[in-house]
């Protein structure tokens, strides 16, 4: 009777293991597929942007808009995490571009709310496309502006190391440059004599 005991407790833990072992399963399958469905969705809304962008009327350049900001807010963030790796002093630099990317997907659901009326209505809001396109210019030259400072300074930083470089390239060619031996010069002056006085005297 042990021994049947002691197997059927054995069955239901290894019951209770593979039961465990099929809940943690459908569990990662259901946030890789969740995942994998806010993704898709991500991609498809891009997608649907770049072929909505390629129209013509003001939702077509209103999509470019988006476009546009998407892609000035990416390179700019890029490059401020890329300058923060090579371990420059920032400042604020940093949180002003996170609340730059903040202001700019407002501005882009403001647009995709924008093109998707311009779509299915005839009439134009001039003065909503007006400062919408007001906005975008400003988000996007305070993006212009972050990396073109950046980029100075990196120029500058490294201008500072090329000319360090050609200056301990200068020292080295000079310190590799073989000192003239005194006997070299001492041989050299004795050839001379010799030469010139085996020359006829010049005529008076």
């Known amino acids: 009777m042990a021994s049947i005991g002691t197997f059927i407790t054995i069955m239901l833990v290894i019951f209770l293991f593979f039961l465990l072992m099929g809940a943690a399963g459908i569990y990662l399958l259901v946030k890789v597929g969740k995942k994998a469905t806010k993704k898709a969705r991500k991609v498809s809304t ?94 996007t030259t305070a993006c212009a502006r972050i990396r073109a400072d950046l980029l100075n300074d990196q120029m500058a930083h490294a201008a500072g190391g090329i000319e360090e470089i050609r200056s301990r390239t200068d020292l080295e060619i000079e310190a590799r440059r073989r000192a003239p031996d005194p006997l070299d010069q001492i041989d050299e002056l004795y050839n001379r004599t010799m030469v010139d006085r085996a020359r006829p005297d010049d005529p008076r």
């Open 46 to 139: 891009r997608v649907a942007s770049h072929v909505a962008a390629m129209g013509t009327g003001d939702a077509a350049e209103t999509e470019r808009m988006r476009l546009d900001l998407r892609r000035e807010v990416s390179l700019t963030r890029q490059t401020v995490e890329h300058a923060l790796r090579d371990g420059w002093g920032l400042g604020d630099l940093p949180q002003l571009v996170a609340e730059i990317g903040a202001h700019a997907d407002q501005l882009d659901a403001q647009l995709g709310v924008y093109a998707q009326e311009r779509r299915v209505s005839a009439y134009v809001d001039h003065t909503a496309l007006g400062r919408l396109r007001e906005h975008h210019a400003k988000l």
